[in-house]
């Protein structure tokens, strides 16, 4: 069984940043790929970007530029600093970890104020 727990949201004005963070733990190998999505109200779960154990990372084309992902290995904890933030952006966050199939944490909410 895999844990994943989200910190970091809040609420920002546009234009700033924010930096999430998820770290895993249980049944799980320390390099599976980890990832984040989103979800706003009224919409579906979209993604936002990912990263696998050797870093290389993709991004929805709405977040290129802005936001950037990472991760630590040895802390089995992914990172996502997001700047420039729009009220779009606002949506609650959810860390995953693919093992193979996706595990989810219980979000983090982020809003982003005109």
């Not at 949201?9 to 249980?26: E, I, K, M, N, Y």
């Not at 009224?42 to 870093?55: H, L, P, Y």
């Not at 290129?64 to 904890?77: H, M, Q, V």
């Amino acid at each position: 069984q895999v844990q994943l727990v989200e910190s970091g949201g809040g609420l920002v004005q546009t234009g700033g940043s924010l930096r999430l963070s998820c770290a895993a733990s249980g049944s799980i190998f320390k390099f599976n790929p980890m990832g984040w999505y989103r979800q706003a109200p009224g919409k579906q779960r979209e993604f936002v970007a990912s990263i696998t154990n050797s870093g290389i990372t993709n991004y929805a084309d709405s977040v290129k530029g802005r936001f950037t992902i990472s991760r630590d290995n040895a802390k089995i904890t992914v990172y996502l600093q997001m700047n420039s933030l729009k009220p779009e952006d606002t949506a609650v966050y959810y860390c995953t970890l693919w093992n193979p199939l996706p595990s989810w944490g219980q979000g983090t909410q982020v809003t982003v104020s005109s």
